[in-house]
């Protein structure tokens, strides 16, 4: 018996760890556009490869070194490791069931007569004894339940994925909106110093009775425009600073942002890719594609709980009085036992059926995943599109704002031309400057939206 027993629980022992990778079925996809439709000058590149690191194609020192402190210190991303490391355990205990549970026990008792009772000499035993068991996965539920906890760990890396990729997008944009509010800052400073040098040269012309206090007043109230526009910026500067070093998880007084000019950083000139080519690469669709292949895996957990079970045990076991010759006479059991379901109410119908139901959430969810992925970046290109075209206008649109005012100013100082046409030369002025910056942030920011809609950068293949 004893060879029989060593040979069945060889047999018994599954090679089954190395588990062939599941795949979806070709229905369950959604159908790639065969290209983008506002590409432009990211034009798809069926060439294109991976660029992890994109946010340096901005050409900063501060925002890279803000990203990788982030890498390290954020404890969004801090949290999303534990949980993949959650998930690996999590698979740990599931594959557990495709190998042999073997126990081992001992034990120790002493036994002595209540004193004058009697003169035996105390007795002692002495057991040892080892045990395995083992549940034949005879329909696969265990391969099928360590096939779901494989499915989610790689859910789970998606997810940390996901959230490193969401984090630097939007401390990339937070900090391209601390640097723009801060530049406009500096534009309404400046465009408050015109408005008080020509405010001196209206009240110069009140004194010498060539202009009226209507000018006056006008020109006085265009200083507390500029002044509160000033102090609004300013505000809002602060917090873009408030949100970048909550998403840097640092507290605000911890953070110190240099000052850095939107002019100066480069335009990524990213590649958008093959649209086939993000559903290979967004985190979120490799996140929803793990959860469904996770959902088919419980699917045939809930389906072999409807069938018998088998399962078998053996152990070896032994006492004695003496510990010399405690393994002189050993015993063995072998045992097999069937277990099989007969009635529980429905319940484990119902389990299946909730399987299949969430199979079927996760199914749609996953499409829309895709179609959202689809959309984001549509959005993104033609946001780029469009600015870029904004951006053109507007700077011939600045350049006359500039001369006009200029020419009024001139006139206005030698009684030419009234007080009201230079004020709207102002305004004008400031809009335009300041829209210029704000066009350039928008620009810049929207390379980051595209940048994340891509699930990362591409970069065009020189090969």
Same mark, same amino acid.
């Given at each position: 018996m004893k060879p029989?027993?060593? %040979?069945?629980?060889?047999?018994l022992l599954p090679a089954c760890r190395n588990l062939p990778p599941q795949t979806l079925k070709p229905q369950d996809t959604v159908a790639a556009p065969a290209q983008w439709r506002h590409a432009g000058s990211t034009a798809p590149d069926a060439q294109a490869s991976q660029q992890a690191a994109w946010w340096q194609s901005f050409g900063n020192a501060e925002l890279n070194a803000l990203i990788a402190s982030a890498d390290s210190a954020s404890f969004n991303i801090a949290a999303a490791a534990a949980r993949v490391r959650q998930a690996q355990a999590q698979a740990v205990v599931a594959g557990a069931p495709l190998l042999p549970e073997?126990?081992?026990?001992?034990?120790?008792?002493?036994?002595?007569?209540?004193?004058?009772?009697g003169n035996s000499a105390p007795l002692s035993q002495y057991g040892a004894g080892i045990a395995a068991s083992y549940e034949i996965d005879f329909w696969g539920k265990n391969?099928?339940?360590?096939?779901a906890a494989l499915a989610n760990l790689q859910a789970s890396q998606y997810d940390s994925d996901t959230i490193g990729l969401t984090l630097r997008a939007s401390i990339a944009n937070s900090w391209l909106q601390t640097t723009g509010l801060r530049e406009r800052v500096q534009i309404a400073a400046r465009n408050l110093e015109n408005a008080e040098r020509v405010l001196q040269l209206v009240q110069a012309r009140f004194a010498a009775g060539a202009a009226t206090a209507i000018e006056l007043a006008q020109q006085r109230g265009l200083v507390a425009a500029q002044q509160?526009?000033?102090?609004?910026?300013?505000q809002q500067a602060t917090a873009a600073e408030a949100t970048l070093a909550t998403l840097l998880s640092r507290p605000v007084t911890a953070l110190e942002v240099q000052s850095s000019s939107l002019l100066a950083l480069n335009i990524p000139q990213a590649q958008a890719g093959l649209p086939s080519q993000l559903l290979i690469r967004r985190p979120d669709i490799a996140r929803a594609e793990a959860?469904?292949? %996770? %959902?088919?895996?419980?699917?045939?957990?809930?389906?072999?709980?409807?069938?018998?079970s088998i399962s078998l045990t053996a152990g070896v076991s032994t006492q004695s009085e003496h510990l010399r010759g405690m393994w002189s006479n050993p015993l063995y059991n072998l045992a097999a036992g069937l277990t099989a379901p007969i009635f529980n109410a429905g319940r484990l119908?119902?389990?299946?059926?909730v399987a299949l139901a969430r199979r079927e959430?996760?199914? %749609?969810?996953?499409?829309?995943?895709?179609?959202?992925?689809?959309?984001?970046?549509e959005l993104a290109l033609n946001l780029i599109k469009g600015l870029e075209q904004q951006a053109q206008a507007q700077a011939l649109e600045l350049e006359n704002a500039e001369r006009a005012f200029a020419l009024a100013e001139s006139r206005y100082r030698a009684g030419a031309e009234t007080?009201?046409?230079?004020?709207?030369?102002?305004?004008?002025?400031?809009?335009?400057?300041?829209?210029?910056?704000?066009?350039?942030?928008?620009?810049?920011?929207?390379?980051?939206?595209?940048y994340r809609a891509l699930g990362g950068g591409w970069l065009v293949s020189t090969g």
């Open positions: 029989f027993t060593l %040979a069945l629980l060889l047999v073997v126990n081992g026990s001992a034990s120790l008792g002493r036994q002595r007569p209540l004193a004058g009772l391969r099928a339940a360590y096939q509160r526009s000033r102090a609004l910026l300013q959860s469904l292949l %996770a %959902a088919d895996a419980n699917i045939e957990v809930a389906r072999a709980a409807m069938l018998p119908a119902a389990q299946r059926d959430e996760l199914l %749609a969810n996953y499409r829309q995943a895709i179609i959202n992925a689809f959309s984001d970046v007080l009201l046409t230079m004020l709207d030369t102002q305004r004008t002025l400031f809009a335009a400057q300041d829209l210029k910056l704000q066009l350039r942030q928008l620009r810049l920011q929207s390379s980051v939206d595209l």
